[in-house]
Structure formats: structure tokens, C-alpha cells
């Protein structure tokens, strides 16, 4: 990096002092003299400009019009947020989310923890397992909610029958609540575990072996070993998890779509109570099958708000007792 | 910074670039490409129309214009809204679904009008109803209508004979004349055949009761009406069925599991006849269909549409009559289960044989007279939001037990909050 500009030496070293008077200062290159290198890497930002960036403002400036995506656009002022913070159904879906999230995250990060360690430390069949581990992360979601909607259906499921056999009367997996909200938590985590796993075998694979044969010296057990030795080293691998995790837990969307849009009496409105409604569920359907786009992008926003919020909020619980 | 003259040059033609390509992007805006083209795009989706027919058109047709046919999978008409809006590529003729057909009434001028074309001389031949669903309200006429859902009472002949029922179409229709006399009917039936229900969820059957009148939810002064009696009256008809114990309960995607099974009678659209054949095939030959408690209702049913970019509006409408003409129409009705839109078709021997599904009965006489018997009713481009509430409050009975009372006031402040969003008064 350092002799990226031309310069000698190990640029960090070099004592920075004006040039004595009379050299020829060295000739500095602009910026646009890179025009090449520019023009190599333009098409990731022409790309991200036009369908990214661009996007993400005209959403919000639509979060202050009334406009059904053909006619003419009305300007509402804060109207969309004042209608945001008295609708019900929007705070029904913030806490939907949230019950998600929570019951999907901490299954998937603990079981993630756990898989990796025991995977670091087998030894056969290393790249078999972590492949089946992983498979569950690049199965489509579609399939992967129509199969957990046959498993867990109420009347005919795989479950249900199952705990028929045993004698246990059915239990209304897809109509109840929290059962709806356990049912998609359950199919987050069964999708993203083997990925996080695969972060923290990354991370576990750093940390030096000799770290554990002291460890094994002093005669610690391998749960010991476990929380004070891989997690505390891990903390920061952990931390980027989390933060991904709470951006893409709170983004779930398509699990709860595929699970209860076959009911085309009541689709995409989340299930039996809305139970299964989570926040990007409520803009899809405001804004694209109500035409009420101005107010879709209200709920986007204010929703990013309310991850923003999250992530540092996460942040600062892993991040604490780190200076102790 | 030493901006060097080089450099801007290159900068300034670099933004020249990217802007032509925006330019060149958008480009086709407007009037959109000549008149009298001869090439024309036709967009539908799988079902919409029978593929044969559309087919045989661009045979017919093939003296006259290229006719290029685009199967369009996926959420249709999020994609023709953002194809509309953009202005480019849109599509010379396509398919609107009859439940969109109220929000995008509201941009009319987006499309031509059919009467302007020669729609107005050929309208008698399909039903007003259906016709009047898609004009606005001075009167454009923006989609020729394709096909109908006219509901009727399915049931399971067999299972209504073990319960010493009526089994004769006539005979049942006339039992089950009114709402009461249905749910007297399958409290009889589930008395005498235990382990059945009469309704696979209370929001369908709320769905039929609000088909059946003339006002919905928003009237035509765009005032919400959703808390007025006739929506009442509907909540309270779909309410008995799970009082009674009748109610299936069935919000997710069991329904194909227990149709035939512990379902023995459906309300549906004709087109419902093929669902229940294929989620049930050992039932065969026991079904019947006969009138719908209380009258029928539409459910479904779809149009076509020319986009104002049309280039070849006199060449596009004549494709779309000939497609839609009464006896391709009936054709419709053999290949895809489409129920026609134009009366005349019902007469026609495609239509009028007997279903082995159902016993060899002629459905088309229990459809035929249904489809005419549909009452005019507004629907507002809001409508289907504003129904939503209802539909996820009658759920939340079934699924929580939630109390008839308190879920009809939670729907009508929700559905009010809905309307008010959507600058309904």
C-alpha cells in the first residue's frame, strides 16, 4: 500500500517535515489522473447509483407523497408519518418482527457457536460436513417455507401427525400466534445457522493452538475452554455476527409471504391475527398491493430508523465488558 | 485540486456518456413509436387466455401484424404499473386481472378507450355487469372483458344423501335458498355425518355475502361505507357458520387436503370447479353444483386493455375481439376453465356438455343463468384494502376466539384508517 504513490520506503516511518527551500517539489497527481482505474471499478457505482442509491432517495422523498404509482404524485407533508404512528397494524408488525427476530437470532448464533466448535475439532469428513451444514443457506426460501408450511400444516402436517401417532392432539402450528412466529423463527434458523457457523470456524481456525494446549495443560475441560477461552477470543467475529444478524433477521420477508400467501382470501396480510405480519411484509402490501406507495415508504423508513437503532443498541451489549 | 483541462474533458464526456445512456434508457417516452405499426406485443399471464386461441390469432392475424405474445409470470400488475410508468417497452395489448381493474381506473387516460374503437357497438354482447366494472365513471371504457367467476354452492352429492339430504341440484338450491337455510342445511348434515363442515373459512363466506349486494365498501362519492349495515349484515351471515360449529377454520394451505375430505360443500367461482378437481380426483362423480345461498356473486374474472402507447390501436382492438369473440370465448371454456364473458357462449355446445366431475351433470346451467343474475355493484379503487381488515378480523375469530363484537369494531376503525390513507372521505 505504501508505495502505492510512487513514494520510498515504508511510507508510516518517514518523518513528515516540509522540504527544505529550493527543491523541486514533487509533483502531486490529482485524482483524475487515475481516470483509468476510475473508469475500471465505474461500473459497480454506475450500477449501484442508478439502482441503489438512487432508489433509497426516491424513497424517501416518496415518504412525503400520496401517489398510487401512475397518477400524479401529491405532496402530504409528514401526513404518512402521522398515519404511521397511529396505525395499528404498524406497531403490530414492528412487534411481530422484533418476536422473530429475537426467537430466530439467538437460536441461530448459539447453534452456530456450538457447530462450529464441535466442527473445528473433528476430523474426518471436515468438508462433507460443513457443506451439509451449509446446504440449508442457498436452498431457495420459497422451497424452504412451502416444505416448513406442509411439515407444520395444522390439519394434515408432518408434525401434527407425528404427534398423532404418539397421542398428542394437534397443534394448530399455522393458526395460533406464537406458534406462527415460532414456526418462522424456526425456518430462519435452520437457513442461516450453517452460515454463521462457517464465519466462526473461519474465526475459530485463527486462534492458536497453543492457546488450547495451555489451556489443556492447566487442566481445563472443553466447556471450560469453550467460554473462557473460544469466546472471549472470538468477541469480535461474534459482534460482526450479530450485526448482521439483526439486519437480516429484521428483514425477513419472504418466509412469512410464502408460508401464508396460499390463502388467497387473505393474502400477504401475515396469517391467521396477522401474527406472522412482519414489518417488510406490511410495505409490500401497502405499497404494492394497496398502490399506496408514498405510505409503503414511510414504513421503510421509519422502520430503518428502528434498525439503526437496534444494531447500535447490539453493539453496545457485546461490546460491553470488553474494556473489564 | 489541479483539475487539469485533460481531465475535465474526461469527466465532462464521462457524465455526457452516462447521461445519453439515461436519455437512451428512457428513451421511447411519450407518443411511443409510430402509428399503424406492425408489430404488436400482447402480455397476459399463465391461464388468462386459452393459449390455443392466442395461438390461432397470430395465424389469423399474420397478414396484418406480428403479433408477439409475452407469458408473464410473477406479480402482473406490479410489473405492468412500473412498465407504465416508465413509459418504455409497454405492451400494445394486455391482460389486467378484474381485481386490479379498480386501481387502475383512476389513470384511465394511461390506456384508450374501447368505445372509441368500436367497443360501444359490440358491448351488448357481453354482460353490463362486467363491462361496467371496467369504465370510468364518464364513461371510458378501458377493458374488454375476458372472462367471469359467477359463484354457486359445490357440494358432495353422496355425503348429502348418507345425511337423508336433498342430493337433486333443484332440490338443494331450493333447501339452500337463503343463507339460514344453508347453515340449517349443514347443521343437519354435520349432525348426521359427523367429522364434515359446511365452509372452509368465515372470510370466504363474507367475501360471497358482500359480492352479493350492490355497495361495498366505498361508495361512489368516495365515502367510506364499510360501517354501514349492508357490510354488517355480511359480517353477520359469515359469523353463523362458526357459531354453529360449521366452520372448517382453514387459514393456511390445508384447504387441498381437506376438500372432499371433511370439506363436503364449497363456495366458489366456475373456475373453483378445476381446484376441487385436482386437489380431489378420487371424488369424482360425487360432486354437484347448484345456486348459491342468497344469489350469486362474481369472484375473479379478467379484461384486456390497450395502453395509450398502443401502435396499432384499430389492428390491436380487432385482435382482441376476434380473441374474445362469443365463440372463442366459449373455446376459453373448454381449454382453460375460463368462464366467458359474453352470454352467447353459454348456448354453445363447448359449454353446454356434461362434467364428468360432477356426475355428469350440465353446469353450465347452474353458471349460465348465475353470470347474468350478478348485480351491478361500484367498486372504488380502494376497495380491496379497505376490505382487508375484515378479512384479517374474521381470521383472528377463527384462529383466537377473538370476540365477534370487539373484531367488528377493530375492522371498521382499521378499514376506516385504510380509506382515510387513501384520501377516501
Request: aromatic share 12%; proline share 6%.
Amino acid at each position: 500500500m505504501p508505495g502505492r504513490l510512487g513514494g520510498p520506503g515504508p511510507a508510516r516511518f518517514r518523518p513528515r517535515r516540509t522540504p527544505p527551500a529550493g527543491s523541486v517539489p514533487p509533483r502531486r497527481r490529482g485524482p483524475l489522473s487515475y481516470w483509468r482505474q476510475y473508469l475500471a471499478i465505474s461500473p459497480f457505482y454506475l450500477v449501484f447509483l442508478a439502482f441503489s442509491f438512487f432508489p433509497v432517495f426516491y424513497s424517501l422523498y416518496l415518504a412525503f407523497q400520496h401517489w398510487d404509482g401512475l397518477g400524479t404524485m401529491r405532496f402530504v407533508g409528514l401526513q404518512q408519518f402521522r398515519f404511521l404512528w397511529k396505525d395499528p397494524v404498524f406497531w403490530l408488525s414492528v412487534r411481530n418482527t422484533l418476536v422473530i427476530w429475537v426467537l430466530s437470532t439467538v437460536p441461530t448464533l448459539f447453534g452456530a457457536l456450538v457447530l462450529a466448535t464441535l466442527l473445528h475439532s473433528v476430523r474426518r469428513f471436515k468438508g462433507f460436513y460443513r457443506i451439509a451444514l451449509y446446504v440449508p443457506n442457498v436452498t431457495s426460501i420459497v422451497a424452504v417455507s412451502i416444505f416448513f408450511g406442509a411439515v407444520f400444516s395444522d390439519n394434515f402436517g408432518l408434525v401434527n401427525a407425528i404427534l398423532g401417532m404418539v397421542g398428542i392432539s394437534p397443534v394448530p402450528w399455522l393458526s395460533n400466534p406464537w406458534l406462527i412466529k415460532l414456526v418462522i423463527a424456526l425456518l430462519m434458523t435452520w437457513m442461516w445457522t450453517g452460515y454463521n457457523m462457517i464465519i466462526y470456524l473461519a474465526g475459530l481456525q485463527a486462534i492458536p493452538t497453543q492457546i488450547y494446549e495451555a489451556a489443556k495443560l492447566d487442566g481445563a475441560g472443553p466447556v471450560r475452554t469453550f467460554f473462557q477461552i473460544t469466546l472471549p477470543v472470538m468477541r469480535p467475529i461474534i459482534l460482526f455476527t450479530v450485526v448482521i444478524s439483526t439486519i437480516n433477521g429484521l428483514q425477513s420477508f419472504s418466509e412469512p409471504q410464502v408460508l401464508f400467501a396460499s390463502n388467497a382470501a387473505n393474502a400477504n396480510l401475515g396469517g391467521p391475527g396477522q401474527a406472522g405480519l412482519t414489518t417488510l411484509l406490511y410495505f409490500y402490501q401497502s405499497a404494492f398491493l394497496n398502490n399506496d406507495y408514498g405510505y409503503g415508504a414511510a414504513i421503510v423508513w421509519a422502520f430503518f430508523v428502528l434498525i439503526m437503532v437496534l444494531v447500535v443498541v447490539n453493539w453496545r451489549i457485546v461490546q460491553r465488558g470488553r474494556k473489564s | 485540486m489541479d483539475l487539469s483541462r485533460r481531465g475535465f474533458l474526461q469527466a465532462a464526456a464521462l457524465t455526457a456518456a452516462a447521461s445519453g445512456l439515461t436519455v437512451a434508457c428512457g428513451g421511447g417516452s411519450g407518443s411511443g413509436g409510430t402509428k399503424n405499426g406492425k408489430n404488436l406485443t400482447l402480455w397476459y399471464w399463465g391461464g388468462a387466455l386459452s393459449d390455443k386461441v392466442v395461438a390461432e390469432a397470430r395465424t389469423h392475424f399474420a397478414g396484418e401484424a406480428k403479433l408477439t405474445v409475452a407469458s408473464i409470470g410473477g406479480d402482473f400488475k406490479q410489473k405492468l404499473t412500473t412498465t407504465l410508468a416508465a413509459g418504455s417497452s409497454v405492451p400494445d395489448i394486455t391482460g389486467i386481472k378484474g381485481e386490479d381493474m379498480a386501481s387502475f381506473l383512476p389513470n384511465a387516460a394511461r390506456f384508450l378507450d374501447l368505445n372509441d374503437l368500436g367497443f360501444k357497438q359490440i358491448s351488448s354482447q357481453y354482460l353490463g355487469w362486467k363491462t361496467k366494472l371496467a369504465q370510468t365513471s364518464d364513461g371510458k371504457q378501458i377493458g374488454f372483458p375476458i372472462d367471469i367467476g359467477p359463484t354457486a354452492l359445490f357440494y358432495r352429492a353422496d355425503q348429502f344423501e348418507k345425511a337423508g339430504l336433498p342430493t337433486d341440484p333443484d332440490k338443494v338450491a331450493a333447501a339452500a335458498k337463503t343463507w339460514d337455510d344453508y347453515f340449517a342445511l349443514g347443521t343437519e348434515l354435520k349432525k348426521k355425518v359427523p367429522g364434515t363442515y359446511l365452509v372452509n373459512n368465515i372470510s370466504s363466506v363474507f367475501t360471497m355475502a358482500v359480492g352479493q349486494g350492490t355497495k361495498r365498501f366505498i361508495d361512489k362519492n368516495n365515502h367510506f361505507i364499510g360501517d354501514q349495515d349492508h357490510i354488517r349484515a355480511a359480517w353477520t351471515t359469515a359469523i353463523r357458520p362458526y357459531t354453529l360449529g360449521l366452520d372448517a377454520k382453514i387459514n393456511d394451505n390445508s384447504w387441498n387436503a381437506a376438500i372432499g375430505k371433511s370439506l363436503t360443500t364449497e363456495l366458489g367461482a366456475a373456475w373453483h370447479a378445476l381446484d376441487i378437481e385436482q386437489a380431489a380426483p378420487a371424488t369424482k362423480g360425487t360432486w354437484r353444483v347448484c345456486a348459491m345461498p342468497g344469489g350469486p356473486a362474481n369472484q375473479g374474472g379478467s379484461y384486456l386493455a390497450l395502453p395509450r402507447q398502443c401502435r396499432n390501436p384499430e389492428e390491436a382492438f380487432k385482435i382482441i375481439s376476434w380473441i374474445l369473440s362469443p365463440a372463442n370465448d366459449a373455446r376459453g371454456f373448454t381449454d382453460a376453465a375460463i368462464f366467458p364473458a359474453a352470454p352467447a357462449a353459454y348456448s354453445m355446445p363447448a359449454m353446454t356438455g356434461p362434467d364428468a366431475f360432477f356426475g355428469g351433470q350440465k353446469i353450465i346451467e347452474v353458471f349460465g343463468p348465475a353470470a347474468q343474475a350478478i348485480p351491478d355493484s361500484y367498486e372504488a379503487p380502494a376497495d380491496a384494502a379497505v376490505m382487508a381488515p375484515y378479512m384479517t378480523e374474521l381470521t383472528n375469530v377463527e384462529a383466537k376466539g377473538k370476540k365477534p363484537d370487539d373484531a367488528w369494531k377493530d375492522a371498521v376503525s382499521q378499514a376506516r384508517q385504510i380509506a382515510q390513507r387513501q384520501g377516501v372521505s
